[in-house]
């Protein structure tokens, strides 16, 4: 199964240094799980400043610089893995460095047939076995 880790936290919680120890820890852990075939892609996100949010109301689109809320931990970055069950998926999360100071939440992904780049994956996956 397929599972989204959200990454939160303060963003001003870390200093340039540890920014960057946090970067190398979690490219450490995308290739450990890659290994385990858990890994499908991760990134940080840029900070809140840059963030940008659309609603759509009574056919108008609303554009708002910044999040879409504010709170007190912002969302800083993801993992989406692939594991077998919630218990390997909360393992995954408790070895992403930011869990030390900020918290992951884990959602299952739903899967919806028909999506583009499944079938392209799967071809491809096919090809090269050949």
Do not use: W
Not at 9 to 20: F, P
Request: charged share 25%.
């Amino acid at each position: 199964m397929k599972y989204m880790l959200l990454i939160y936290g303060d963003e001003t919680a870390l200093n340039e240094a540890e920014r960057e120890a946090c970067y190398v820890e979690s490219t450490q852990l995308a290739y450990a799980i890659q290994s385990k075939g858990q890994y499908i892609a991760a990134n940080p996100l840029h900070p809140t400043a840059m963030a940008t949010s659309v609603r759509v109301r009574e056919g108008r689109r609303l554009v708002t610089d910044g999040p879409f809320a504010e709170t007190r931990e912002q969302l800083g970055g993801y993992f989406l893995i692939d594991a077998p069950d919630l218990d390997e998926a909360i393992g995954i999360a408790a070895r992403i460095p930011m869990a030390r100071k900020g918290v992951v939440e884990i959602r299952p992904v739903m899967e919806i047939a028909g999506l583009p780049g499944d079938e392209a994956l799967k071809q491809r996956a096919e090809s090269i076995a050949r």
